[in-house]
Structures are given as C-alpha cells and as structure tokens.
C-alpha cells in the first residue's frame, strides 16, 4: 500500500520561499513518477511539477523559473522548493504518485497524499 504524507505548508508574505516535503512509504515499482499538484477553491487540480525515476522533471508555464522539485530516494521523501511566491500560489498542495504514468495530468496518478495548504498573502 503506497502512502503519500505531505508537509511543509503553511502563510508566507508575496516573494518569500516556502519548501514542500511529501514523505513516501509502501513503494516498491522502481520506474515510478512523482508529482505536486494544487487545487484553489474553485479551481480545478493543476499540475505544477513532475519528476521521474530518472530525474527527468516538468513544470507548468506558470512557476518555470520560480520553483524545483526533487527527490532523496534514500530518505523517499519528495521535495518542492517555491521561491518568488505570488497570491496566486495560494492552494492546496499535494502529493501523487504513479508506477507507470507521468505528466501533468491528475488522471495520471493512483496516488494521492492529503494536501498540504500554502497561503500567500500580498
């Protein structure tokens, strides 16, 4: 049983940094992809980040340049790190995970930690 538990969330003034973790368990498929998504009230879930089993990553348009997801597959923890934070980062964050599919598309992924919220505030 995957288990996806994300932490890290919390206020930040506009421009300030803020790191994510999502801490993994129960995974054993080596070619898997990993994601942080975000939902806003209102709005459907948006992909922001992806990164492969073998480091490959994609962003959305919208945090290119402002944000970087990695991993520490010793301490199967996932990480985003969102620098330059805007208002319109506020969202529920999380966590997902796929042992075949990627991209980011939430239709991609099986697995879903509970969300971590981010507020950012002008």
């Not at 992809?33 to 492969?52: N, Y």
């Amino acid at each position: 049983q995957v288990h996806l538990v994300e932490s890290g969330g919390g206020s930040v003034q506009a421009g300030g940094p803020l790191s994510l973790s999502c801490a993994t368990s129960g995974y054993t498929n080596g070619r898997f992809c990993m994601a942080w998504f975000r939902q806003a009230p209102g709005k459907e879930r948006e992909g922001v980040a992806t990164i492969r089993y073998d480091s490959k990553t994609t962003y959305a348009d919208s945090v290119k340049g402002r944000f970087t997801i990695s991993q520490d597959n010793a301490k199967k923890t996932l990480y985003l790190q969102m620098n330059s934070l805007k208002p319109e980062d506020t969202a529920m964050y999380y966590c997902a995970a796929d042992s075949y599919r990627c991209g980011l598309s939430p239709f991609n992924f099986d697995y879903w930690g509970q969300g971590t919220q981010v507020t950012v505030s002008s």
